[in-house]
């Protein structure tokens, strides 16, 4: 509360100063003469003091995603199955959309290799499918054909 009350406290000021300047300076020459290059002064004065509470704002970012961070516990079983599971389907679904499968008619699962269980089809080859997932996912799987 301390902190939007110094800000207030400060714009204030700043605008209080900017008017007392401005009655001040004389009316010097031609089109407001200095008055122009102080009002110009005093705006940003003013906008500066209004980004003020920018700077602690983006003080406090790395703080928040370094507490974001440690919220999101990857070392357990259960979040580690997840995430190989959520990205086998996301596997099994490319594949199944890259060869014109049907995605019931594959499925992945994800271990210490990556395991595709595939129904043959003709024309279906083993080996483009080991291809395409170690050239698109970096990964190197087992395909098991059935059916």
């Known amino acids: 509360m301390s902190e939007i009350k110094g800000f207030?406290?400060?714009?204030?000021s700043a605008a209080a100063v900017t008017g007392l300047l401005?009655?001040?300076?004389?009316?010097?020459?031609?089109?407001?003469?200095?008055?122009?290059?102080?009002?110009?002064?005093?705006?940003?004065?003013?906008?500066?003091?209004?980004?003020?509470?920018?700077?602690?704002?983006v003080a406090a970012i790395p703080e928040a995603a370094d507490a974001a961070a440690g919220e999101f516990d990857y070392?357990?079983?259960e979040a580690f199955s997840r995430v190989n599971s959520?990205?086998?389907?996301?596997?099994?679904?490319?594949?199944?959309?890259?060869?014109?499968?049907?995605?019931d008619e594959v499925s992945a699962e994800l271990g210490e290799k990556?395991?595709?269980?595939?129904?043959?089809?003709?024309?279906?080859?083993?080996?483009?499918?080991?291809?395409?997932?170690r050239n698109?996912?970096?990964?190197e799987a087992e395909v098991v054909f059935y059916g």
């Not at 031609?30 to 003091?49: N, V």
Request: one cysteine or more; hydrophobic letters at 50%.
């Open 8 to 12: 207030v406290m400060s714009l204030i």
């Open 75 to 77: 070392s357990s079983v």
């Open 22 to 57: 401005d009655c001040f300076v004389p009316d010097s020459g031609g089109k407001d003469g200095m008055k122009k290059y102080l009002r110009y002064l005093t705006a940003l004065a003013i906008l500066l003091t209004l980004l003020t509470p920018l700077k602690s704002l």
């Open 86 to 103: 959520l990205i086998a389907l996301h596997i099994r679904d490319s594949v199944a959309e890259k060869f014109a499968l049907d995605p």
């Open 114 to 133: 990556l395991t595709l269980t595939v129904k043959r089809r003709f024309g279906l080859i083993g080996s483009d499918i080991v291809s395409f997932v």
């Open 136 to 139: 698109n996912f970096g990964i």
